[in-house]
């Protein structure tokens, strides 16, 4: 097997139908992401990945901080040039690789923090470079002319954005020609399409590369109720997964596990072959190898428009799933 390829966008840029998401292969100061993490495991799974042709990699200098981007740096060491490499800025990382919790995309902070990425990943250059999240302090246009230096310098072949609304894309793109937008997106979080930020992209040819496409790991159905859930796992905190919220949207996995085994594939892999049949690139993370075989074989499940129609008539648009992240995470999302 090995997976098709796709555009990403319309400005050349050529990736698997399904990338690999890295975050929960390291912390985030300190907190573990989706369970604990195994280094040599991790790595392992990077590599079987390359086999099967997922050569996209999306990382950012928030894990760990710096030190997931340092894993992928061990990963493909000997062999850059086999992947596509993703990486993200604008959580302000100072120098004593510390978060500040703040935002930061200012011309002279997207500098530093690329540089830094290309040390860390030992690399020379970054095949895609997202801005993670918006600076309200920061016109987009200041952002957006940095990242676009970084192209011209030959640092930086791509730029996205992520988690940001239609007029900010808008703005950003008549800068610096956008490839992608990166935005969290699953059949339990599509406030992406209701707020038309997915006909922008469309009218733009801008790609689309949905994050958490399985949920953050809900649709697996390895999650049974929210005492399932590492003691530090920062599932914990999201209000979707919380209380009454957590079992009404148990209910709804329910019949998407019944449509799965129907087809006689898994919850996972239906739900990340929808959303590469939108036209889609999603990035499904995991630290294992059977999961990453799993899903990049979901790209090769066919889905009719009768099927499509019926799995996204289980959760139909509107559908209140709960919040995809406390309140403060929420004011940093669709702006």
């Known amino acids: 097997m090995s997976i098709k390829k796709v555009n990403l966008g319309q400005q050349g840029l050529q990736v698997p139908a399904v990338g690999l998401g890295c975050m929960g292969m390291t912390t985030i100061a300190g907190n573990d992401i989706y369970g604990k993490a195994d280094e040599k495991e991790a790595i392992a799974t990077i590599h079987r990945s390359l086999e099967l042709g997922g050569n996209l990699l999306d990382t950012a200098d928030l894990y760990g901080p710096l030190i997931n981007e340092r894993l992928v740096a061990k990963a493909i060491a000997g062999n850059r040039d086999s992947y596509t490499i993703a990486t993200k800025f604008a959580w302000e990382i100072d120098d004593n690789e510390q978060i500040t919790w703040r935002i930061n995309g200012k011309a002279d902070y997207v500098k530093k923090a690329a540089e830094r990425s290309l040390k860390n990943l030992n690399t020379d250059y970054i095949d895609l470079y997202y801005m993670h999240r918006l600076d309200p302090e920061t016109p987009i246009e200041e952002t957006v002319d940095a990242m676009a230096a970084l192209v011209k310098e030959g ?18 793109h008549a800068v610096h020609p956008i490839t992608a937008l990166q935005s969290e997106y699953s059949l339990f979080e599509r406030s992406v399409e209701e707020a038309g930020i997915i006909d922008t992209l469309k009218e733009l040819g801008i790609g689309f590369v949905p994050y958490s496409p399985l949920g953050r790991g809900f649709i697996s159905g390895d999650i049974k109720s929210p005492d399932d ?3 530090n796992d920062f599932r914990r905190t999201i209000p979707r997964f919380q209380g009454e919220q957590f079992y009404k949207n148990l209910d709804l996995l329910d019949a998407i596990q019944k449509m799965a085994a129907e087809k006689g594939v898994t919850p996972s892999q239906l739900a990340i072959a929808w959303s590469v049949n939108k036209g889609f690139v999603p990035i499904p993370g995991t630290k294992r190898i059977k ?5 990049l074989a979901a790209a090769d499940v066919t889905i009719s428009p009768e099927e499509m129609q019926r799995l996204e008539s289980i959760i139909p648009l509107g559908t209140d799933t709960g919040q995809r992240y406390d309140d403060w995470g929420m004011t940093l999302v669709n702006l």
Request: charged share 30%.
């Open 229 to 231: 859930f590492p003691e």
């Open 155 to 172: 640092k930086v072949r791509y730029i996205g954005l992520s988690e940001v609304a239609s007029e900010t894309i808008r703005r950003a």
């Open 291 to 295: 999961y990453v075989e799993q899903n």
